[in-house]
Structure formats: structure tokens, C-alpha cells
């Protein structure tokens, strides 16, 4: 199993076209509010109320968002399926930290941290690092072990947690990472009646002159009437 499988799976365990960007990574509160509205979903006035008030809002800086970028892209690097930005991570990113404001300090602490740590060891920030270098970094805080409390670990260790399970989330819950899942969705079986040998076990038979009327592939989507006496009619 290599580890995008098996990032795969810790996603399952755990839960259950790539955005142009302005600039250097310049996402606008306009573009974020299209994008994460593509898809339509059941709101209340509330809800929806409270949607438009975050998309009003836009709280991490370009160049935050760009080294969110790096990162991703590290954590779940493009693939056939698709990258992180084709699922628009990033943007679920800046979302879920105005959506859930204890999520904006440990984030924003975490990539002051990462620049501090990159110029220190490199003398540059952490997007001008060579990927070797970058690597470097994360691979002391990627690892941490699952029985321990994560809140028993340094504050960069629970930081990128929390980016990574972000990431995985924003991945493999948009169309690009479903896809590469190979999860298909919940679809209309197709029933065929009691099953013959269940009927034998308890000496039934259908009705051979009725069988093809509610045995009929061809009219499952169809919804059935009767008549006022009580007769069949579809």
C-alpha cells in the first residue's frame, strides 16, 4: 500500500476544474463564494444568512494562502485523478477558518512557526525552500503517535494535524477525490421478488399471472395505481 492509499483509508476511517488564481495566490471573497457554492444544498434562511456573512469576509492574506498551497500540495501531491486544487482545498481552508474561529489562531500560528523554522535552517521562507527542504521540516512534525493525546504534542505537531485533516477532508470529500475513492453513491438496487428458495422454505409461489406485472424491470421507476375496485392499473 503506498501513501496515498493509505491516506485513503485514514480518510475513510476518519470521515467516513482547479481554481485560476489572482497573483501570487490571490483568492477573492467573490471567487471563494462561487466556488463553494457550485453545488446547491438544502439551507434555511438562517443558514443561508449566516453563509453569505462568511463569504464576506476573507481572513488569511494571499501569501498565507499560497504557502497553504505549498503545503497541500505536499501533504496530497496531484495525481490522474486530480490535485488539491482541482478540489479547491485551499478555499475550504480559508472557509472552515472563518467558520470556526478557534481554527484561526492555531493556523495562522503554524505558518508564522514554519516561515520562522525555513529561515532559520535555509535562510528563506518556506514557499522559496527546495521541496528537499521543505520535506525536511515537515517530516519532525508529521509523525506523532495515535494512542498519545495530539494535545500532549508540540504546538507544530498539532498544527499540521489539524492542515492535514483539513486537506484529507477537503479532498476526498469534493467530486476530483469521491472519484478517486471509487465511492459510487447510494443507487436503486434492482429486486427481482423473494428469492426462489426462500418461497420453497415456506411453500409460497407468486402468482404466475400477476409475476410480470410487479416483477418489471422495465416499469421500476413507474409509480403504481389501482382502480376503485382495488385492481392494478400500472
Do not use: H
Not at 443561508?48 to 498551497?69: M, R
Not at 503545503?71 to 478540489?87: K, V
Not at 406485472?213 to 421507476?221: A, H, T, W
Amino acid at each position: 500500500m503506498n501513501r496515498r492509499d493509505s491516506i485513503k483509508t485514514l480518510t475513510f476511517a476518519s470521515i467516513g476544474a482547479g481554481l485560476l488564481l489572482e497573483g501570487c495566490y490571490g483568492i477573492s471573497r467573490e471567487k471563494i463564494k462561487r466556488s463553494l457554492t457550485r453545488y446547491e444544498y438544502g439551507r434555511t434562511p438562517e443558514e443561508k444568512l449566516y453563509d453569505d456573512k462568511l463569504f464576506a469576509q476573507k481572513f488569511f492574506s494571499n501569501d498565507e494562502l499560497f504557502t497553504f498551497d505549498k503545503l497541500c500540495n505536499i501533504i496530497l501531491p496531484p495525481n490522474e485523478f486530480g490535485s488539491i486544487r482541482d478540489a479547491e482545498v485551499v478555499q475550504l481552508i480559508e472557509f472552515m477558518a472563518k467558520d470556526i474561529p478557534s481554527y484561526q489562531e492555531p493556523l495562522r500560528e503554524g505558518l508564522i512557526w514554519i516561515d520562522n523554522e525555513s529561515k532559520q535552517r535555509f535562510d528563506n521562507l518556506f514557499v522559496d525552500c527546495e521541496v528537499s527542504q521543505q520535506k525536511e521540516i515537515l517530516d519532525e512534525i508529521a509523525y506523532y503517535d495515535p494512542n498519545k493525546s495530539i494535545e500532549d504534542y508540540p504546538k507544530p505537531v498539532q498544527w499540521f494535524n489539524l492542515l492535514r485533516n483539513l486537506t484529507m477532508t477537503g479532498y476526498f470529500t469534493s467530486e476530483v477525490g469521491i472519484k478517486e475513492l471509487g465511492y459510487k453513491g447510494n443507487f436503486p438496487n434492482v429486486w427481482d421478488g423473494v428469492p426462489q428458495d426462500v418461497l420453497d422454505q415456506y411453500g409460497l409461489e407468486y402468482d404466475k399471472d400477476w409475476i410480470d406485472k410487479f416483477i418489471d424491470q422495465s416499469k421500476r421507476n413507474i409509480t403504481a395505481e389501482w382502480d376503485d375496485d382495488g385492481n392494478l392499473i400500472t
